[in-house]
């Protein structure tokens, strides 16, 4: 099955401790993304990938890092998490054919709470 | 800056009716234009693309129309179902990026 796919789905941690939320598709996509959702805010873009090793900030990057080693995986980091981090992120992924931009695929998405 | 805005925010209605959506954005320079469907505590599905040389699209009861020049894209919703019940956001890429811009959504509520 065709599948965008994260984890953890819940997390709960405490400020400062750095933490990985993992995302992998096998759809065999080029492009892909991290957005986190806040009520009021809409969806907000953190970072996204046009292919492996090739990453570029969003509209909200601060406080994340990402990596793109594997076409498959994008995990977002958080070095050292902070409430405002707290919200509800999803991961998606879209082909980029000929440059051509298409429908993207999202993840169940991961709730975290930074307390 | 592109901002792409929902109007209504929410939306009730009985079972049957027919209704439409909205969302407006103040660049035309856009690449394409997608609505999604979110249900509550899960991801979101595409419903409808319309690429920029696209003036509609339709999947069963769902229609998405698309005017650049104004800056306008609708989701018409027939015969609307309970099912229906979910937050619908439509997002764009723009043409100069590989940033997808996302509205703010409409909530909507399908009343048996």
């Known amino acids: 099955e065709a599948q965008v796919t994260q984890n953890p789905r819940y997390l709960i941690t405490v400020t400062g401790k750095k933490l990985t939320v993992t995302c992998s598709q096998n759809m065999n996509h080029e492009y892909m993304s991290w957005y986190r959702q806040d009520p009021g805010l809409g969806l907000r873009q953190i970072y996204y990938?046009?292919?492996?090793?090739?990453?570029d900030k969003g509209d909200v990057p601060e406080g994340y890092k990402v990596s793109r080693k594997e076409k498959r995986n994008f995990p977002l980091i958080l070095e050292s998490p902070s409430p405002n981090q707290t919200s509800l992120y999803f991961c998606?992924?879209?082909?980029?054919?000929?440059?051509?931009?298409?429908?993207?695929?999202f993840g169940p998405g991961t709730r975290l709470l930074v307390l | 800056k592109q901002e792409v805005t929902q109007i209504p925010a929410a939306l009730s209605v009985p079972e049957g009716e027919n209704l439409v959506l909205n969302c407006s954005f103040t660049?035309?320079?856009?690449?394409?234009l997608q609505w999604f469907r979110q249900d509550p505590g899960k991801g979101l599905t595409s419903l409808l693309l319309i690429q920029s040389s696209q003036r509609e699209q339709t999947s069963g009861r769902l229609n998405a129309s698309l005017d650049k020049s104004s800056g306008r894209s609708t989701l018409y919703i027939a015969a609307s179902q309970p099912g229906d019940s979910a937050t619908y956001l439509c997002?764009?890429?723009?043409?100069?990026?590989?940033?997808?811009?996302f509205g703010s959504g409409t909530r909507l509520l399908v009343r048996p």
């Open positions: 998606a992924s879209s082909p980029i054919l000929a440059g051509e931009k298409e429908t993207q695929y």
């Open positions: 997002a764009l890429w723009m043409d100069s990026s590989y940033k997808l811009i």
């Open positions: 660049d035309s320079a856009i690449y394409n």
């Open positions: 990938s046009m292919n492996v090793e090739v990453t």
